[in-house]
């Protein structure tokens, strides 16, 4: 799945999972030609998502990523993207990974936080995405302790 993502000065940033990693493109919005491309592994972008997070809550520093600084909307989307990429909604893919699920917990518990950054809009499109990931996270831990419990 690849996300368009906002960035302030308008260039365009897509991010994209694909072999286990997130690969990174920035493009000049006005030429349409590729100015930077960065990969990361999964732990390396959710470790540095979080770290974001806590620069913005922390110090007011707005997120940046490869050069580009995100608009709040963006931020949150890409957010979503890197606890949940698209392949977390197919059936064969089981529940979320413990870094994962604390950093919805983390995300949910400074809430109010977040609110006062980002605004309401951009807090209820984040708090409703984490509800539903959550949901369908806890249905599928919920589904692989009976599948243990049914072969013990």
């Given at each position: 799945m690849s996300e368009n993502i906002e960035t302030v000065d308008g260039s365009i940033f897509l991010s994209s999972v694909d072999g286990g990693n997130y690969d990174l493109l920035v493009i000049e919005k006005?030429?349409?030609?590729?100015?930077?491309?960065?990969?990361?592994?999964?732990?390396?972008?959710?470790?540095?998502?979080?770290?974001?997070?806590?620069?913005?809550?922390?110090?007011?520093?707005?997120?940046?990523?490869?050069?580009?600084?995100?608009?709040?909307?963006?931020?949150?989307?890409?957010?979503?993207?890197?606890?949940?990429p698209a392949l977390f909604w197919d059936p064969a893919y089981g529940p979320l990974d413990k870094f994962r699920e604390d950093f919805i917990i983390w995300l949910k518990y400074n809430i109010r936080c977040i609110k006062e950054k980002i605004g309401e809009e951009e807090t209820r499109r984040l708090e409703g995405s984490l509800e539903m990931i959550l949901k369908e996270h806890l249905e599928k831990k919920l589904e692989d302790l009976k599948r243990k419990r049914q072969h013990d």
């Open positions: 006005e030429g349409k030609k590729e100015i930077i491309m960065k990969s990361y592994s999964y732990a390396e972008y959710r470790n540095l998502i979080k770290k974001l997070w806590g620069s913005y809550l922390e110090e007011g520093k707005k997120p940046e990523i490869v050069g580009q600084v995100l608009t709040d909307k963006g931020f949150v989307i890409e957010t979503l993207h890197s606890i949940a």
